[in-house]
């Protein structure tokens, strides 16, 4: 069983940046890559960006050039850095974990099985 927890979420204005953090706890090898998501109020989670254990990586392409997913295996701990931000990327974030490898792409909620509780991310114009 994974346990993750995001931090690092808050309120900034418009090009300004923040780095979401995600502790993840048990299960450390079973995780074949993780990622993050996003989700407003009455619309889908949307794949962010996503990495696998090899450093691969992969993002939506609305946030390509301004965010970057990263990670250190030593902490346990997944991070996205987020710069240039726009009114747009206001969401709640959530850090999630796939165990296996599925039919779904790295950016699909499918793909994975364990979840954060999320971070908001609010960004004013």
């Known amino acids: 069983q994974v346990q993750l927890v995001e931090s690092g979420g808050g309120s900034v204005q418009a090009g300004g940046s923040l780095r979401l953090s995600c502790a993840a706890s048990?299960?450390?090898?079973?995780?074949?890559?993780m990622g993050w998501f996003r989700q407003v109020p009455g619309k889908a989670r949307e794949g962010v960006a996503a990495i696998k254990r090899d450093g691969t990586t992969s993002y939506t392409d609305s946030v390509k050039g301004r965010f970057t997913i990263s990670q250190d295996n030593a902490k346990n701990t997944l991070y996205l850095q987020m710069n240039s931000l726009k009114p747009e990327d206001t969401a709640m974030y959530y850090c999630?974990?796939?165990?296996?490898?599925?039919?779904?792409?790295?950016?699909?909620?499918?793909?994975?099985?364990?979840w954060g509780q999320g971070t908001q991310v609010t960004v004013s114009s």
């Open positions: 999630a974990a796939a165990p296996w490898l599925t039919t779904w792409t790295m950016l699909h909620p499918g793909s994975y099985k364990y």
């Open positions: 048990g299960g450390t090898y079973s995780r074949v890559y």
